[in-house]
């Protein structure tokens, strides 16, 4: 049986908050469609509310404190990723746009992410797709075709509508598929490892002599 991990990232900043509960299902049904292929699924789980003042931190002085690195690595070495944001004036929230600022640029390339949102009214969708895609491009990552919006009238007493829980299941499909489709992670990079030898470091392109 393959091991998996999926790391599920919610930017919601009320407690209990419905960008947590789309965060939730997501991260549900994706791990219960992985398991159904055959992999044993861990769900690793951040809300981002926890470590708001460690992110301005890392941001004002460019090293993360310990707690936040736990995280950065954790969603960083995850086999996939689950994004899930509240949308304030048609964009992602400053917290979730801060914390993948963090992130080494190289961190998260090729790697398959499902986004979703939440807003107060079903207008701000789009956001999803002219604000949070983009982003995700910009760091090489996979995104899923299906983007998950989800608006207070697509929940009854907590519980996910019918049309929401097909966009739910098609999204997390779609994960599953890509995260099927390549090896099992081996953890974050090391951001000391040497990406060259001292030997190209020194000009020498042969172990002879320096290459002028």
Do not use: C
């Not at 979730?96 to 080494?104: A, E, G, N, Q, T």
């Not at 953890?187 to 990406?195: H, I, N, Q, R």
Request: glycine share 8%; proline share 6%; hydrophobic share 45%.
């Amino acid at each position: 049986m393959t091991h998996r991990t999926l790391a599920v990232v919610s930017a919601g900043l009320s407690q209990p908050s419905s960008t947590r509960l789309l965060a939730d299902q997501l991260a549900a049904a994706t791990r219960d469609e992985l398991v159904r292929r055959g992999s044993e699924v861990e769900l690793r789980v951040v809300d981002l509310r926890e470590y708001a003042h460690d992110v301005v931190n890392n941001m004002l002085t460019g090293f993360a404190p310990a707690a936040l690195r736990e995280v950065v690595d954790m969603v960083t070495g995850a086999d996939g990723l689950i994004a899930v944001t509240p949308i304030f004036s048609a964009s992602y929230n400053g917290l979730f746009k801060s914390f993948f600022d963090v992130l080494d640029s190289e961190s998260l390339v090729d790697r398959p992410v499902l986004i979703g949102a939440t807003g107060g009214t079903a207008r701000h969708s789009l956001a999803l797709e002219h604000a949070v895609r983009p982003m995700f491009a910009y760091l090489r990552s996979v995104v899923v075709p299906t983007a998950v919006f989800a608006a207070p009238e697509d929940w009854s007493d907590g519980t996910a509508d019918g049309a929401l829980r097909a966009r739910i299941r098609r999204a997390a499909g779609e994960l599953a598929d890509q995260i099927e489709r390549r090896p099992p992670a081996t953890g974050p990079a090391d951001p000391f490892a040497l990406t060259t030898d001292f030997l190209q470091m020194l000009g020498r392109g042969d172990g002879g002599a320096p290459v002028s």
